[in-house]
């Protein structure tokens, strides 16, 4: 049971252009949320985070908004430039004891083009 | 700052050999530690996470096992690798907030 689901493999983008990336999870006991993004044999960067009381986190060019109604998240990141390709990954917290185990999705590719 | 490390960068073993993989943890005490495992085309799946030294809980029963024998110190191993645990192994830390930090990660091909 996939609890959190990025529906669009990949996005192609204009360079300063908005790019949206969505991120749905199943699992109502989720209360944190993140996203992180990721270049090749690399492993992923935090990016941007949004707790469960909140519906919008801004962070320069990166704002995400959550509807907790919709169990839905959106990454915006505006303007987007060609630094941004990579593969986003959204995901989902819920706590085990101190530690903080993270539900991923299965990624997004966003392309940016000149 | 703090700074996680994993090694080997690369690994191509061959089925039924043993696996270790290690990860530290540079500039914090007493982290939380993660392994996940990415398999082609797929996100990232939760394999073990531990709060403290010798405290280990396991996310999917599988071959493979972690320990932590130091503060900082993360292990990930194998008896008998099987073709399934081909992928991107990666270590993860935090302390007291949600966001996790990941490492450089492990390629693993098993023959």
């Known amino acids: 049971d996939q609890q959190v689901k990025q529906n669009s493999p990949s996005l192609s983008v204009q360079e300063g252009r908005i790019s949206i990336l969505n991120c749905d999870y199943t699992?109502?006991?989720?209360?944190?949320f993140l996203w992180y993004k990721k270049y090749p044999a690399e492993g992923p960067t935090f990016l941007i985070s949004i707790s469960s009381i909140k519906d919008k986190n801004e962070d320069g060019r990166f704002t995400v908004f959550l509807n907790k109604s919709a169990k839905h998240l959106s990454l915006h990141i505006v303007p987007s430039q060609p630094g941004d390709s990579a593969v986003y990954f959204c995901a989902a917290s819920g706590l085990a004891g101190t530690a903080s185990k993270l539900t991923f999705g299965t990624g997004t590719r966003l392309q940016v083009t000149l | 700052s703090q700074t996680i490390h994993q090694w080997p960068a690369t690994l191509v073993q061959p089925v039924g050999s043993p696996l270790s993989l290690e990860c530290t943890v540079e500039g914090t005490s007493n982290p939380n530690l993660y392994w996940y495992r990415q398999a082609a085309g797929r996100g990232l799946q939760l394999l073990f996470y531990s709060v403290g030294i010798g405290q280990i809980s396991s996310e999917v029963p599988q071959n493979l096992s972690a320990s932590r024998p130091q503060d900082r110190q993360f292990i990930l191993s194998s008896k008998k690798l099987l073709l399934s645990d081909s992928g991107f192994y990666l270590c993860?830390?935090?302390?007291?907030?949600?966001?996790?930090?990941f490492g450089p990660g492990t390629r693993l091909t098993v023959t």
């Open positions: 993860a830390w935090n302390a007291v907030a949600y966001e996790q930090y």
């Open positions: 699992n109502s006991m989720f209360d944190y």
